[in-house]
């Protein structure tokens, strides 16, 4: 599902940087619409981000996934977008997850907003970051189930109650009784 | 009911410091009905006396699902949502979405509609710097400035409501262009406003900026170095007023912004003073943008003529078998969107305001991520209230300017 087009142009800069990074992490890129991604494995994303910060990347603009449900291996895509504050480039890494016990990494000890970032993927998706300080829901409340932004998790509905069903659905209905 | 859930100091033992754990210092909950947290936000503090030793934001109250929503809706339906994320830049977060579409699909927008996109989104900055400003200056207890910045900003509201018919929630940028054309009497609304406002401003600083009340309050508070704030992801005019001249608008300019002459307004100091001086002279700046821009408004189309992604315009659906075919067409299906993920960020008046969109090939969004400035920005804000006084917390709130719409999507 994840669209690879060919290499065109880049920042002769950033083609530096991207070249390194695909040498020392296996990673592959590609550029599209003049945004440049890298797809990395999964166990090598904290040197990668450490190597990343070291090329002048201050900034972790925003981290976020997409699930590509049924599809299972991998089913996640978790995407980093960096921000080069002191050469303004922008870069993308893309790590696949698979679904089951899907786990990654954390990078909150690079990039501290990464902490909250990672929360809300916890919270929206149930990607598990191993080694975070405080991997609690963070959007949802705290006794909510399931994550709802996978695709298999329904966008969600309220049964009519009719005068004939009324006491039956009040027993499933999901919310406080008195 | 289930059984309300106490704060004990079990559940963060990971937070809080020992001293907490051994019962020297207090636990206390502020807000989230709280009218200096600027919506629904709850702070735990851990507080020694009258100082915060530790503070832990609790956010999520205002979470609405827009992300998920909008993977239920086509490209054009799903925008309606998006003014209702950061309810006080509405026009910024439309114009975000509209220009991370307009990069999916490889769409051009006319000359005319960039121009008012800019004279737009600097009037909702001025606005929203408005808001922030009476509510920042009332939060520590400078009650008159409050009202001056609402008079002000609903010259603004005016505008907006003559262009698309509402005050806050326009939906006015779409993608391709704009709804419709700015009525006749926009112009000389706008001229209006350039008119009046620099006094305004003014007066605003007369009330403020050498008030010695106000200096007490700001001056050398909830101070952050650049290194901070950049690697909390901090962004807007809580890190300009650090020394850093980031501004997306001249870094990666949109929608023409690099024909505009204006400055990116920096202080070096980081405190909460620094931010109000900040915020302050970036609504003198977008003034300029906004003469600039009208003065140049060339005339012309202001939406885009493929008709395979823009509405065709109601007059053309009568008199043309294909536009109403491609009305017909975008209204129920909608368009497809080539496959691949695009991430596109504007400035917004609180940072950067980033969208990543991805597609599937259909004609619903398969991912729509939206970076907020506030949530990064909220997070930088314990590390800025270690060790103030309670009294100070609500000055830094204030000038971290955050809406909770923003933070919870």
């Known amino acids: 599902m994840y669209f690879v087009a060919e290499r065109a142009f ?60 049924p599809q299972e291996n991998p089913r996640f895509h978790v995407v980093y977008e960096f921000t080069s504050v002191s050469q303004n480039l922008r870069l993308e890494m ?31 998706f149930g990607i598990c970051f191993e080694g975070h300080p405080d991997l609690r829901r963070i959007l949802m409340p705290a006794d909510w189930e399931g994550h709802p932004l996978r695709k298999d998790y329904p966008l969600g509905y309220e049964e009519p109650q009719f005068t004939f069903n009324f006491e039956e659905i009040d027993l499933r209905k999901p919310y406080a009784k008195e | 009911m289930p059984d309300i859930q106490e704060v004990t100091v079990d559940d963060l033992k990971h937070l809080v410091s020992e001293r907490a754990i051994q ?13 200096s947290t600027h919506g629904v936000l709850r702070l735990l503090l851990e507080l020694d006396g009258e100082i915060v030793v530790n503070c832990i934001p609790d956010i999520g109250f205002l979470h609405t699902g827009i992300e998920k929503n909008m993977e239920a809706k086509t490209y054009q339906k799903a925008e309606v949502m998006t003014d209702r994320l950061d ?18 699909v490889d769409l051009d927008v006319p000359v005319r509609a960039q121009v008012i996109r ?53 939906t006015y940028i779409r993608p391709g262009g704009l709804w419709r054309d700015v009525p006749v009497e926009f112009e000389q ?13 003014d007066q605003y600083e007369a009330l403020l900026t050498r008030n010695p009340l106000f200096l007490d309050r700001t001056l050398g508070i909830g101070k952050i170095t650049t290194e901070d704030a950049l690697n909390f992801g901090m962004t807007g005019p809580g890190l ?91 209204w129920t299906e909608g368009f497809n969107a080539p496959k691949g993920s695009v991430y596109s960020a504007v400035e917004s008046p609180r940072g950067e305001l980033g969208v990543y969109l991805e597609s599937d090939g259909g004609p619903k969004p398969y991912r729509v991520h939206w970076r907020t400035p506030s949530f990064d920005n909220l997070q930088a804000m314990p590390l800025m209230s ?23 999507r």
Not at chain 2, 93 to 104: D, F, H, I, P
Request: hydrophobic share 45%; glycine share 6%.
């Open chain 2, 386 to 408: 270690k060790g103030v006084l309670v009294a100070d917390l609500v000055a830094i709130i204030g000038s971290v300017d955050i809406v909770l719409g923003d933070v919870d």
């Open chain 1, 94 to 124: 893309r790590v696949p997850v698979p679904g089951v016990n899907p786990s990654l990494p954390t990078v909150s000890g690079i990039y501290r907003n990464a902490n909250w970032r990672e929360r809300e993927l916890w919270d929206m």
């Open chain 2, 240 to 330: 300009r007023a650090t020394g850093l001249a980031w501004d997306l608008r001249k870094a990666q300019p949109y929608s023409g912004y690099e024909q505009y002459e204006f400055q990116v307004p920096t202080r070096p100091e980081g405190d909460v003073y620094a931010r109000y001086l900040v915020r302050v002279q970036e609504m003198r700046e977008a003034l300029k943008i906004v003469e600039q821009a009208l003065d140049k408004l060339p005339l012309g189309p202001v939406r885009s003529s493929n008709y395979k992604f823009v509405p065709p315009p109601r007059s053309e659906i009568g008199v043309s078998m294909e536009a109403l075919i491609h009305h017909f067409k975008l």
């Open chain 2, 23 to 35: 019962g020297e210092t207090v636990l206390l909950n502020m807000g989230p009905q709280h009218p």
């Open chain 2, 118 to 170: 800019v004279i737009l989104a600097e009037l909702q900055r001025i606005a929203s710097h408005l808001i922030w400003l009476g509510t920042a200056a009332l939060d520590v207890a400078a009650m008159s400035a409050f009202l001056y910045c609402f008079r002000e900003r609903e010259m603004i509201l005016d505008i907006l409501e003559m262009c698309s018919g509402q005050r806050m929630m326009t």
């Open chain 2, 87 to 104: 309810y006080l830049n509405t026009v910024g977060n439309t114009l975000a979405y509209s220009l991370a579409v307009e990069k999916l």
């Open chain 2, 189 to 201: 609304a706008v001229r209006n406003f350039i008119k009046i406002f620099p006094k305004r401003v």
């Open chain 1, 10 to 69: 880049m920042d002769k800069k950033l083609q530096i940087i991207v070249q390194k990074l695909e040498k020392e992490f296996g990673a592959t890129a590609s550029e599209t619409r003049d945004e440049v991604s890298l797809v990395i494995p999964a166990e090598k994303i904290v040197a990668a981000c450490r190597q990343v910060q070291g090329h002048g990347f201050e900034l972790l603009s925003t981290m976020t996934a997409v699930d590509y449900w």
